[in-house]
């Protein structure tokens, strides 16, 4: 579990163009921002995603609301998550289905979804301008959809989370 920030100040990444030449890039320089909390399952892709305008205890309680609510009647997840203040904050309310493991400080390549948001930023959400916070929105919501399954064990694989079979 992670959450992102996407804005007009957004990434520049690298593009295709004939050798010899320069391609230009829009690059922003407002304030807007939306965020985007998500957790993924890396062994089935399974995933809930929020998007909020704001990164905060009460979202982070809504975002793990929903995603006790998406857990079968009989699953408990373990959710690996960062050490953010609001992720360890007293107000924060965390349903009985879920337990909270954090991850050391400083250290998120261990967090499988952080290869997400470089995933989300080269594909979808880079070298572009937003007209304003709506089309921001909606951009990140488009980003989001075509991310099946499939390719969500791909870009969050962990194989440290992998169990061994057999054994």
Known sequence: MDEARFGQ???????????????????????????????VEPAT???????????????MSVFLEMLGRELGENDHAILIMDQAGWHKARKLVVPDTITILYLPPYSPELNPV??????LR????????????????????????????E????????PYLEREIGR
């Open 114 to 119: 952080e290869r997400l948001w470089a995933y």
């Open 9 to 39: 100040q957004g990434t520049m990444t690298r593009m295709w163009a004939r050798k010899g030449s320069r391609p230009t890039a829009v690059k922003q320089t407002r304030y807007e921002w939306v965020y985007l909390y998500a957790a």
């Open 151 to 158: 390719i969500l064990q791909s870009v969050c694989a962990c």
């Open 45 to 59: 892709g399974a995933s809930v995603a929020l998007q909020a305008p704001n990164i905060n205890t009460g979202t």
């Open 122 to 149: 080269s594909h979808y959400l880079s070298n572009r301008a937003y007209d304003g916070y709506d089309h921001l929105l909606d951009a990140t919501a488009k980003a989001w959809q075509p991310l099946t399954p």
